[in-house]
C-alpha cells in the first residue's frame, strides 16, 4: 500500500460500510493496486477466520428446566427436611449414633487409602493431554469460564486498541508505523481468539458426554 | 439442649471427616531412564517441581489427591511420561497432585498443567512449559525455554541461551538471563533483568516493559507496548544506535538528556552497535542509566 491509498477505507469497503459511489471507486482502485488487493483479500480472511470461531458454548444440559424444576420443589422439599430434622437429625442421641459410626468406619478404611500407588494401578492408563480432565466436576467447571473470562476481557483490551489506532489514522491516513500497529494488533486478536477456542477445546474434549 | 448437643456430634463428625478425608495418597515411583530423553508432564492441579540430577533414573515422589485415579508413568525407549489422572465424577478440588520429579539433566522436558503450579530448576535443555493459571519458576542452564500462560506469573532466572515467554495477563520476569529473548503479553507486566543479551524482542498492549542491562554490539532489541510504558536502564557506557518512537505518549532520554513528544528520535549512544528500537501508541519511552 502506497501514500496515496487510504486504509481507513479498505477495512470500510471490506466491511461492506461505504456508501455506493465509494465503493465504486476502491474497486476501480484495486483493479490498479496490487498492494491494496493484497490487503483487502488479507482483511477479508481475517474476517472469515473470526467468523468462523464459535460464538457462543451452549450449556451441556437444559440448564433453566433444571433450576426450574429445582425451585418449583423446593418448598415441599423444605418442609420435609423440617419434619426430618425434628424428628432424627436433632436427635442427640441418633447424632452421635452416627457420628462414632463414621468415624469408625474411616478408621478401618484409613490405611488403604494410605498404602502407595502400586504399579498395577498403572497400568493399562492410556495417555493423552489432559485426558481425565473433567472441569465441570473437578473445579466446578470455573477453569473454563476463568479463562473465557480473561480471554474475552483481553480481547476486549485489544480491540480497544484498534479502535485507537482507527482514530489516529483518521487523523493522518499516512502514518505508516500507525499501519503496521494497526496489524500487529489485529495479528494478536487472532492469535488471542485462537488460543480461547484451542484453550475451549482442550477442557471441554476432556468431559464425557452425558447424552 | 438437643439441637445444641446434635450440632456439636455433627462437629465433631464434621472436623474428623475433614481430616480423614485431607490425608493424600503418597506417590513414589522409580523408572531406569535415558539420559537425554525427552519427558513429557501432565497435571491438572496442585505442584510440578522438577529437578534435573545426574542419575539415569527418573523418580516420582509426593502426593495425591484423593481424586486422583492414578499416576501414569512410562517410559518408551527414551521418552518418558508422567500423567497425573483424575477420577471421573468426583467433585470439591481434591484432583490435585503435589509431586516432585527427578529427571536427568540433559533430558528434554514438556510440563503441562490448568492450574497447578510449575517449578523447574538443574536442567540443562529444552524446556517447554505451559500453564494456564499456574505459576512457572524457572532457574538453572536450560539451553533453549519456551513458557506460555494465560493468567499465571512467569519467573525465569538464569543463564538461558533462548527463553521465548507469552502470557496474557501474568508478569514475565527474566532475572538474570543471557541469550536471546522473546517476550510477549498482553496486560501483563514484562522485567528482563539481563547479563548478556543477545537479543531481544518484548511487546505487550497494556503491560509495561522493563529491560535493565547491557547490550551486546551488532544484535537487535525492540520494544512495543500499545499503551504501556517502556523504560531501558542501560550502562553508562552502552553503544547503541537507537530509535524512539510514540504516537501521543513522552520519549525520554536521561542518559543523553533529549525528550521527544509525538515524534520519531534517532541518536547514538556511545560510538553505536547495537540496534535499539522502541515503540508506543499512548505509553512512555524512557531511557535512563543503569544504576547497580
Avoid at chain 1, 476501480?28 to 477479508?44: K, M, T, Y
Amino acid at each position: 500500500m502506497h501514500g496515496d491509498c487510504e486504509p481507513l477505507n479498505l477495512n470500510d469497503f471490506v466491511d461492506g460500510a461505504l456508501p455506493r459511489e465509494k465503493r465504486r471507486e476502491i474497486a476501480r482502485h484495486l483493479r490498479v493496486c496490487a498492494e491494496c488487493r493484497a490487503e483487502v483479500g488479507w482483511l477479508r480472511s481475517l474476517r472469515a477466520e473470526v467468523r468462523s470461531m464459535p460464538t457462543a458454548l451452549p450449556p451441556r444440559h437444559d440448564l433453566w428446566q433444571g433450576i426450574r424444576a429445582r425451585t418449583a420443589a423446593a418448598p415441599r422439599r423444605r418442609a420435609a427436611s423440617i419434619r426430618l430434622e425434628r424428628r432424627v437429625i436433632l436427635h442427640p442421641a441418633w447424632a452421635w449414633a452416627f457420628s462414632v459410626g463414621v468415624c469408625v468406619l474411616f478408621t478401618l478404611i484409613a490405611p488403604w487409602s494410605q498404602a502407595p500407588m502400586m504399579a498395577s494401578r498403572l497400568v493399562g492408563c492410556d495417555g493423552g493431554s489432559l485426558a481425565g480432565y473433567e472441569p465441570a466436576s473437578v473445579l466446578g467447571n470455573r477453569p473454563a469460564v476463568e479463562v473465557k473470562a480473561v480471554m474475552s476481557r483481553h480481547i476486549d483490551m485489544v480491540d480497544d486498541a484498534i479502535g485507537q489506532l482507527f482514530a489516529a489514522l483518521r487523523e493522518d491516513p499516512t502514518d505508516l508505523r500507525l499501519v503496521r500497529m494497526l496489524r500487529q494488533e489485529f495479528q494478536r486478536k487472532v492469535s488471542l481468539v485462537r488460543n480461547t477456542a484451542r484453550l475451549m477445546d482442550e477442557m471441554d474434549a476432556a468431559v464425557p458426554t452425558t447424552s | 439442649m438437643h439441637f445444641r448437643t446434635s450440632l456439636a456430634a455433627f462437629a465433631i463428625l464434621g472436623v474428623w471427616g475433614c481430616a480423614a478425608m485431607a490425608a493424600d495418597t503418597p506417590v513414589n515411583l522409580s523408572k531406569p531412564a535415558s539420559p537425554d530423553g525427552s519427558v513429557k508432564i501432565e497435571n491438572v492441579a496442585g505442584s510440578i517441581r522438577v529437578v534435573g540430577w545426574d542419575m539415569k533414573e527418573i523418580k516420582v515422589t509426593g502426593t495425591a489427591g484423593e481424586g486422583v485415579e492414578a499416576v501414569d508413568f512410562t517410559v518408551s525407549g527414551s521418552r518418558a511420561t508422567i500423567e497425573v489422572k483424575l477420577k471421573k465424577g468426583f467433585k470439591g478440588s481434591r484432583g490435585k497432585a503435589d509431586l516432585e520429579i527427578s529427571i536427568p539433566k540433559a533430558s528434554a522436558v514438556v510440563v503441562e498443567t490448568v492450574s497447578a503450579d510449575i517449578d523447574v530448576s538443574g536442567l540443562e535443555r529444552s524446556v517447554d512449559l505451559e500453564s494456564v493459571s499456574g505459576s512457572v519458576t524457572l532457574s538453572g542452564r536450560a539451553r533453549d525455554v519456551k513458557v506460555e500462560t494465560v493468567s499465571g506469573n512467569v519467573t525465569l532466572k538464569g543463564a538461558i541461551e533462548k527463553v521465548k515467554a507469552e502470557s496474557v495477563s501474568g508478569t514475565l520476569r527474566l532475572q538474570e538471563v543471557a541469550g536471546e529473548v522473546d517476550a510477549s503479553t498482553v496486560s501483563g507486566a514484562i522485567e528482563v533483568l539481563g547479563r548478556e543479551i543477545t537479543g531481544a524482542s518484548c511487546e505487550s498492549v497494556s503491560g509495561s516493559v522493563v529491560f535493565a542491562g547491557p547490550l551486546t554490539r551488532g544484535s537487535r532489541y525492540s520494544f512495543d507496548s500499545f499503551s504501556g510504558n517502556v523504560t531501558l536502564r542501560l550502562p553508562a557506557d552502552t553503544d547503541a544506535d537507537v530509535s524512539m518512537s510514540t504516537f501521543s505518549g513522552k520519549a525520554v532520554n536521561e542518559i543523553q538528556g533529549t525528550r521527544v513528544s509525538g515524534k520519531d528520535a534517532s541518536f547514538v549512544l556511545g560510538d553505536g552497535g547495537a540496534k535499539v528500537t522502541i515503540d508506543t501508541f499512548s505509553g512512555n519511552a524512557l531511557i535512563e542509566p543503569l544504576t547497580q
